[in-house]
């Protein structure tokens, strides 16, 4: 069973598109956007398993510089 989740991230200053663009190459994420408020980043992502999950965190995800801090929250039932 896939998993969803939003994935909010802190970026270093002026680096808000660099980041999306190169988090949009990988599979898993289907929606980037930059947002205003405590988070400058927030990401849709579907993965096909927890362990898949994990391994885009911290694997893909922190293995960017310009990538500080993240928050997951996974979807527990989506709307229309």
């Known amino acids: 069973m896939s998993v969803k ?9 002026g680096t808000e598109d660099e980041v999306c663009e190169k988090v949009l190459k990988f599979s898993e994420v ?18 096909k398993d927890m362990n898949h999950l994990d391994k885009l965190i911290v694997d893909k995800l922190r ?7 993240t928050a997951t929250m996974l979807i527990a039932k989506e709307y229309r």
Do not use: H, R, T, W
Request: glycine share 6%; net charge negative.
């Open 63 to 69: 293995g960017i510089p310009d990538i500080l801090l």
């Open 5 to 13: 989740a939003y994935i909010m991230m802190n970026v270093k200053s």
């Open 30 to 47: 289907e929606e980037a956007a930059a947002i205003y408020g405590e988070f400058d980043l927030i990401l849709k992502v579907k993965a």
